[in-house]
């Protein structure tokens, strides 16, 4: 029984076997987008954590390969500082990235998605400008 790699390898020119054609995807049900987009780890997880101890939901969110936005403004501030420790950890041993998007609020991904662009502090622009004086924090 041999094995015939021209045929395997080989264009008959038949495009009606092809799995997932452009409009296929575009013309999904929002039902189905979401499906698919649990299947694929293709989410966009917005998060307020409340406490240190929802870090690691966070943490399996991008295990799972879901991008995360973190608002930390309902959190003390040493517990703020602990949730980016953690989570500054499992990005790296994810190979993600973290980036601060805003005050308290962080855009945690996976290696999977590819940012671009940068938001910048109202703070950096301030020191920059006023290298001289004295801010306060």
């Known amino acids: 029984m041999g094995l015939n790699l ?22 999904m049900s929002e039902e189905e987008a979401i499906k698919e987009a649990d299947k694929s780890g293709n989410k966009m997880i ?5 406490a240190y101890s929802e870090s690691q939901q966070i943490a399996d969110h991008l295990k799972n390969r879901n991008s995360v ?15 980016i420790d953690f989570l ?10 973290m980036q601060k998007i805003g005050v308290g609020i ?14 910048s502090d109202e703070s950096e622009k301030v020191s920059k400008n006023n290298t001289d004086e004295e801010l306060d924090w």
């Open 106 to 119: 962080y855009l945690c991904t996976p290696k999977n998605v590819n940012v671009q662009g940068k938001i």
């Open 88 to 97: 500054s950890g499992v990005i790296y041993a994810i190979g993600g990235s």
């Open 46 to 50: 917005l998060l307020e954590p409340r």
């Open 6 to 27: 021209k045929k395997i390898f080989s264009y008959d020119g038949d495009d009606d076997n092809l799995v997932g054609t452009e409009d296929e995807y575009y013309a």
């Open 69 to 83: 936005v973190v608002n930390l403004k309902r959190v003390t501030s040493d517990q703020a500082k602990r949730i």
